[in-house]
Structures are given as C-alpha cells and as structure tokens.
C-alpha cells in the first residue's frame, strides 16, 4: 500500500490502528534499526520504537503530506532516540558525553559470532557526535538522499554533507586504529 | 598512508532482533491505542454529561420550571419588615453593650 494511502487511513479516525498496523508492517523494522542505531540496546530500542509508535497515533493531525510519511515517521523516532539519550545523560551532561558508555554496550549487546570489523564499526558510530551519528546512519544504512535527511534532521544539505564526511572519517581512523 | 573501504563493508549489523519482536511490538502498540481511544471516547461522553447538567443547573435557576426558583424577597416584603427602632427596643443589655462598643470602633 502507498504511503499516502497509509497517511489517509491514519487521519481517519475508524482505520488509526489498521494504519498504525501498515505502518509497522512497512516501516517497523527500519525503523527498530534507525533507533538501535542510535541507542544500541535492544530494551531501548523497543522503548523508543513504542514510544514513536505510540506518537504517530498520537500526533497524526499534525502530519503534512508536503514531507514523505517515511520522513515523518523517522524524525519522530530520531527525537524519541535522542530523547531517551538526553534522559540518560542527566542535567550535567550532554548526549555527545554517553559516546564511551555506548561504545561499551556495543560489545556487550553484539552476537557471540559478530565479525569483528561490524562491532568496531558500531563502535566506531557510538563515538560519533549525535548529529554526525543521525546523518552517517541514514546516508549509510537507509540509504536516504541528502533533501530526506534535511527534511528528519532540519539542517541544511551542506551542513549535513559536512557532518557526513566528518564521521566517515572519524570511522576510518578508528577502524584503522583498532583493526588487527 | 593506509585507508580503509567503507564502501565495500557489509551493512550487516553485529546485534539481533528478538524473533517475533515486531509482532509483538505491533499487538502492544495496537492495543495501547485502543486504550487510549477508549479513554478519550470515556472523557468526551463524561465532559458531554457534565455540559449538560451545567446547561440543565442554569436553565433551573433562571427558568423556573416547576414555578418555585429563588425566594429573592420583593419591595413590598422589604417594606414590611420590622423598624430599625423596633429592633433596638428589643435588644438585651449585652447585645446593645456589643452594638455601642462596634460602633465606637468603626467611628460611627
């Protein structure tokens, strides 16, 4: 089913959860990997994941159908990921601050049979400022165009650019570090 | 100096989705949605309900339906009422000892 035919049932008050149940079926895995991404347990994924869900339902008036749905429904799971990362982080610190204790859970939350490059890779993102972590996950992992990441981020496309070649090459550099 | 091929990796991540996460996650939103909607629908049909008694409250304090309202005294009744000599005559001792203390101290 489309996506603007989803945006309609999801504005119609007798089809919301037929909706919500297209949207998982679409979008949920995308969107489960976007947050996990970003948070790298799994129990936070699925906090921020029903969180975002839960969201949809509840601000889906305030949806325009100038922005593509899948935009949409990342840029609130973007917010609830960082969102529970600023809870995490307290008043004295900022989301950037939790970079080592995230690097730490990769290892921990990673499959015993996990290549090694993938978790220093993972690591390598954990390290990542938030912004440059939002902007390297959805060019390299979603796939998303420059226009779609400015409009679930907000920045401009040369700021985002900007971002993007910043992480890739802080990856590099740790990858290469770490690398046996 | 050594780089390193990002392109050429694997977009594998090294963690695992639960089996049957997203289904469950899908029935877990659903049905707290339908809670939701359910408590929604409960706190209009309860605001609906209270409107009216306040519409119903109101019309029976102005309309006078069953012909008895507020007992607001008219001039007549007013002008019946006992003199004011008439109550200080019948004041006891105390009472008007209370009345002559009030009025020194509010100057009257």
């Known amino acids: ?180 | 100096m050594k780089d390193f091929d990002l392109e050429g990796l694997s977009r594998e991540m090294p963690y695992k989705m639960p089996e049957h996460f997203l289904d469950d996650m899908t029935e877990r939103v659903v049905a707290q949605i339908g809670k939701q909607r359910k408590q929604h629908k409960e706190r209009r049909i309860v605001a609906l309900f209270a409107s009216a008694a306040s519409v119903a409250a109101v019309a029976l304090l102005f309309l006078h339906p069953f012909g008895g309202g507020l007992d607001i005294p008219d001039y007549d009744s007013i002008s019946q009422c006992t003199s004011v000599d008439e109550l200080f005559q019948n004041m006891t001792a105390d009472e008007l000892g209370v009345y002559s203390m009030m009025s020194n101290y509010y100057g009257n």
Not at chain 1, 55 to 72: A, G, H, Q
Not at chain 1, 104 to 119: H, Y
């Open chain 1, 1 to 180: 089913m489309s996506d603007e035919s989803i945006a309609r049932l999801l504005c119609d008050d007798n089809h919301v959860e037929e909706a919500v149940r297209l949207i998982m079926k679409k979008y949920g895995e995308p969107l489960y990997w976007h947050i996990r991404r970003m948070v790298v347990a799994h129990d936070d994924a699925e906090d921020c994941l029903q969180e975002t869900m839960i969201n949809v339902y509840k601000y889906r008036s305030t949806y325009s159908n100038e922005y593509p749905l899948s935009s949409w429904l990342y840029k609130i799971a973007t917010n609830e990921s960082l969102k529970l990362l600023k809870n995490r982080s307290g008043f004295t610190m900022s989301v950037d601050d939790l970079g080592d204790s995230l690097k730490d859970s990769v290892r921990e939350e990673a499959s015993p049979d996990a290549d090694e490059t993938l978790i220093l890779l993972q690591e390598a993102i954990a390290l990542l400022p938030a912004k440059q972590k939002m902007v390297f996950n959805l060019r390299y992992y979603d796939d998303k165009s420059y226009e779609e990441i400015h409009q679930i981020v907000g920045d401009s496309v040369n700021t985002l650019k900007t971002n993007y070649h910043y992480a890739v090459q802080k990856i590099k550099d740790y990858i290469l570090e770490h690398q046996l």
